[in-house]
């Protein structure tokens, strides 16, 4: 019990906090809005910490990066199973979430015009031109920028492929950059401890301004999202595990699935998760030089939850703002929201969030939305994530070593069994 409590301690009360902001927007109505002021606090305090998170948390990881050894089957088997199971959890995140309208306020338009909204209005540029000012800005100020998320990203990856071709010159620059990101982690901490009294406050403002609609539009997301959650773990994770090994598959990924699902619940961390996982992918059968590629891969490229949660949130803004997109921009943005949420409890997504608002044009004002929608979906999303990675592994074995690589596995595990129990006979038998 107190091991359940340290590790949902932080959801726990923002979940408290959130209901009871609710409950002081139902009575105090409009009066509420004289909590705005906190509540903008936690935004603010949010946007200004993003452009530093996204560009050391990025140029970090690429500059940490070592060589593998890795096969390169091994690899693009990899990338072909993340990228046809990530296009299925789109279509069904999309599929599930469409079916019904996760809010219904009464006046999109007061909701709209409460929030900051970009006041420039869009120039009639080419696909090119957009496409240039979406990657690059004109000038190194205009750089560290919200507004300017995806050029970020690319400077980011651009000065971490940097410090890599530098080698040893570079290393006292990489342990700086190290150290600012330590701090910034740090940072993000602190502000999440404010969190409970922004969003509550924040949220006490939108029910007493907008009406209880949104609470039960929550609610809503939260009941639909675990049901697909639920149904998608078991059926398509089952589909996955007859696709990668038949009967036998199916068989021994159900009898090695339980430890890295609890522990993906217990800790609400694709991360934290990566060694139980990886030893249940060896369990199973999965050749060690795939599971020990794989496993770690997937928690930075492969998230089923995390993806269908992005499709979620973006569905939950298209609700409230009364907007629409067509399946190619909610494809795109799901897709490279899902790349930016890291491996970590709580506060993991607030750089994918802050794309899908920036990418689709939503004010900034609505980041606290997604943060509550992350809360709430945060352990199924992560039991999927991690399961998704499980199951990923034993394709990724199918593609590399044939249709027969389980009963190979198991048959040469079965060997080595036999000879180390023979050695242990013999050992007994010596002393004796």
Known sequence: MKKFLKTYKSTIILLAAIIVGTIV?????????????????????????????????????????????????????????FIATSLISVLIGMGTASMTKLVEPEDTEVIKTAMEEPTEEAEDLTIADRTVQLLTVDDFSKLFTRGNIIAILVASIITGIACQMSGKKGEAFVKVLESANDVVQNIIKIIMYYAPIGLGCYFAYMIGTFGASIAVGYLKTFLIYTAVCVGFYFIL???????????????????????????????CSSAASIPVNTDAAKKIGVPEDV????????????????????????????CIFGTS???????????????????????GGTISEMLIIT?????????????????????????????????????????????????????????????????????VKTKK
């Open 25 to 81: 927007g139902l009575i105090a109505k409009e009066n509420a809005a004289v909590l705005k002021p906190f509540g903008d606090i936690f935004l603010n305090l949010l946007l200004v910490i993003i452009v530093p998170l996204i560009f050391l948390t990025i140029t970090t990881s690429i500059a940490k990066m070592k060589s593998a050894k890795r096969v390169g089957k091994i690899i693009v088997a990899i990338f072909v199973v």
């Open 237 to 267: 994770y089952t589909i996955y595990a007859f696709i990668g090994g038949g009967k036998l598959g199916v068989k021994r990924f159900w009898k090695h699935a339980a430890a890295p699902t609890l522990t993906s619940l217990a800790t």
């Open 291 to 318: 599971a020990d590629t794989t496993i770690p891969m997937g928690c930075s490229f492969h998230k089923d939850g995390s993806i269908i949660g992005s499709v979620f949130k973006i569905m939950f803004l298209v």
């Open 325 to 347: 997109f067509n399946f190619w921009q909610i494809l795109g943005v799901a897709l490279l929201a899902n790349l930016l949420i890291t491996g970590v409890p709580i506060g």
């Open 359 to 427: 990418m689709l044009g939503f004010p900034v004002a609505a980041l606290p939305l997604l943060t509550v929608v992350a809360t709430i979906i945060d352990p199924p999303a992560t039991m999927l994530n991690v399961v998704g990675d499980t199951v990923s592994s034993m394709m990724v074995a199918r593609i590399t070593d044939g249709k027969d690589w389980l009963k190979n596995a198991l048959a040469k595990k079965e060997t080595v069994d036999a000879e180390s129990e023979e050695k242990e006979t013999e050992k």
